[in-house]
């Protein structure tokens, strides 16, 4: 056991990207049986709503495990400052992946505490390091410190709905979540990190990486959260629509149509973030038909182009890299991992396609999660013992 832990502990990644890939199966079958319990007339896993849960899992229960054991890798590499204590980093980890089962037992308070408070504990790591790198560019791991900061604060809002029943904080909770953490920490990432795997790729390539359309996006993610929580869809559009053309942009310059038909690793990423520029014209076609009073809507099929064809499409891309890379393994992305990302376009095109069009069967909406436990179950079961291994190239870490 001892040995285990040593080597679990060997590096920041590690002690975060385990308990994600058990959520990664989790989540969905929590879900799945959440909602099949509601369908045959009872109320439910949890001793909340089931959707309000599902919200929250997705939010502040998966992805933040990759986001945080990616960002405590790559943040003291950007900053060239100090690493993140392996104390920090570990309190971390423990404290929100403990979080985790008292809330699958039904005692949602006391492990949303814990979750919130090893979240709080990567926070401070995340500033020490900023603050303590020496003086040069620091924007992008200030902007992704930032972002885990307001998550912070829509994860404690979501415990004061909880404990309180307070209707707002629900609200706040998801669109800070989404536009105040989770897209600005994505998009952040992209904007450093896909023009330059391109050009350690593509030959004659020239990285642009302008800082002004990045600050216009971040406006625009903070303007739809204001206008979410507002609940004034019929204006997002206004914001949607530029950050939409902004994102196509982006991928024009990045070089999508060369990026996606290079090594597998890189192909991921330029895709994934297409998924991006699609949300936000399903969110501002939602929002014109709104303001035109017309009585079609997409449901939820911007949300979940969002999280699924983005987020998701991007964790398997990064988290996979990551885990090979610093596993002393060639980045290079097999048959399987290659498959698995597909399967990933799979499920985000099951799941909003009923959305969209309301005449197929609503049976997709469940093939949708069979698919995603299918993909992050095949993925935890291939990535999840490096994990625990120790490197393939004998190295520390």
Known sequence: MSRFWS??????????????????????????LDMESRR???????????????????????FPFFIFGF???????????????KPAYVASGVLMALGMLPIYAGLVLPGLVLHLAGWGVAVWALLRTLTGAPPQDKLHPAIVTGAAAL???????????AGWDFPEALRMAEAIGIW???VPTFLTVCHRMIPWFTSRIVPNYVMVRPYGPLWGLLAGCL??????????????????????????????????????????????????????GLSLLLYAGDSLARYAGLAWNAGHAPLHALGIGFFSSMLIGMASRVSLGHSGRKLEADGATWGLFWLVQGVALSRILPDLVPALPTLLVTLAG????????????KYAPLYWRPRADGKPG
Do not use: C, K
């Open 223 to 276: 303007v739809h959260g204001a206008l979410e929580v507002m609940e004034r869809r019929e204006l997002l559009w206004l914001v949607d629509l530029p950050m939409a053309i902004m994102v196509f942009w982006f991928a024009t310059r990045w070089g999508v149509a060369r990026g996606a038909r290079q090594v597998r690793l890189l192909s991921m990423l330029h895709i994934a973030f297409l998924w991006l």
């Open 180 to 182: 105040g953490f989770l």
């Open 370 to 381: 069979g698919l995603w436990l299918l993909a992050f179950g095949v993925w935890a079961w």
């Open 40 to 62: 045959a007339g009872g109320s439910g896993l949890g001793s909340l709503p089931g959707p309000a849960l599902h919200i929250w899992w997705m939010l502040y229960g998966f």
């Open 7 to 32: 080597t679990y502990t060997a590096a920041s990644h590690r002690v975060m990207f385990l308990p994600g890939a058990l959520q990664g199966v989790l989540v969905m079958l929590w879900w799945l």
């Open 151 to 161: 998550g912070l604060l829509g994860n404690a809002l979501f415990l004061l709905w």
């Open 71 to 85: 960002l405590f890798t790559a943040a003291p590499n950007w900053l060239n400052g100090p690493a993140i204590p």
